[in-house]
């Protein structure tokens, strides 16, 4: 089983952006397909962004469209989620998980691998 573990979070104003970073272990992050989700205070874990294991197929929930970037560097064991323009409402915990499957997907049941997570803070 591949271990991951998230960085790159904190405190910005709104406007900013952050580079989410998730490092694997354990096993060869390009076995897997990649997940990024979210769980804010109070509400359900919700699905941001997930990425082929080549990265030539990515998925992004709408609040995300256009302004977060998802990608990967299977060499560097490492998946990453650029964050720009960011707002209050992204602040939330962010998680990396890895897909059980080969496909690309937003079901967080279809994820089987999941980071302890990094604490993003969009402040107004």
């Known amino acids: 089983q591949v271990q991951l573990v998230e960085s790159g979070g904190g405190l910005v104003q709104a406007g900013g952006s952050l580079r989410l970073s998730c490092a694997a272990s354990g096993r060869t992050l390009s076995s897997y397909p990649m997940g990024w989700f979210r769980q804010a205070p109070g509400k359900e874990r919700e699905f941001v962004a997930s990425?082929?294991?080549?990265?030539?197929?990515?998925l992004y929930a709408e609040p995300a469209k256009g302004r977060f970037t998802i990608s990967r560097d299977n060499a560097g064991n490492t998946v990453f989620l650029q964050m720009s323009s960011l707002k209050p409402e992204d602040t939330a915990v962010y998680y990396c998980a890895a897909h059980t499957t080969l496909g690309v997907g937003r079901q967080a049941s279809d994820f089987g691998s999941w980071g302890q997570g990094t604490q993003v803070t969009v402040s107004s």
């Open positions: 990425i082929s294991r080549s990265g030539g197929t990515t």
